[in-house]
């Protein structure tokens, strides 16, 4: 079965820094692009990053663009999002999703963080 199960989310300072993991199983890793998305509280689904099967590109939301570093560990089948400055809109919880063309097709479950003083 397909699986994507999130960690590292968690309590952090505004302007502080978090990495979280997305680690995968079930699937051939190296043939799918890797998302995240979130998704604030009382908020909509908001696409936050993706990249590609190789590492590269990658892409990025305006609003975390020069903040947040996507990146993939082809070996480990390990995806994460490296997360600097964080601000109190950063608040979310944080999906790891599978791209399957213009679709993500499977989902973890999820790993909040929270940036609050």
């Known amino acids: 079965d397909v699986q994507l199960v999130e960690s590292g989310g968690g309590l952090v300072q505004p302007g502080g820094s978090l990495r979280i993991s997305c680690a995968a199983s079930?699937?051939?890793?190296?043939?799918?692009?890797i998302n995240w998305v979130r998704q604030a509280p009382g908020k909509g689904l908001e696409w936050v990053s993706s990249?590609?099967?190789?590492?590269?590109?990658?892409y990025y939301a305006n609003s975390v663009k020069g903040r947040f570093t996507i990146s993939r560990d082809n070996a480990l089948n390990t995806a994460y999002l490296q997360m600097n400055n964080l601000k109190t809109a950063d608040t979310a919880i944080y999906y790891c999703?599978?791209?399957?063309?213009?679709?993500?097709?499977?989902w973890g479950q999820g790993t909040q963080v929270i940036a609050s003083s």
């Open positions: 999703t599978r791209g399957y063309g213009p679709y993500f097709d499977y």
């Open positions: 079930g699937f051939t890793f190296t043939q799918y692009w």
């Open positions: 990249i590609n099967i190789g590492g590269a590109p990658t």
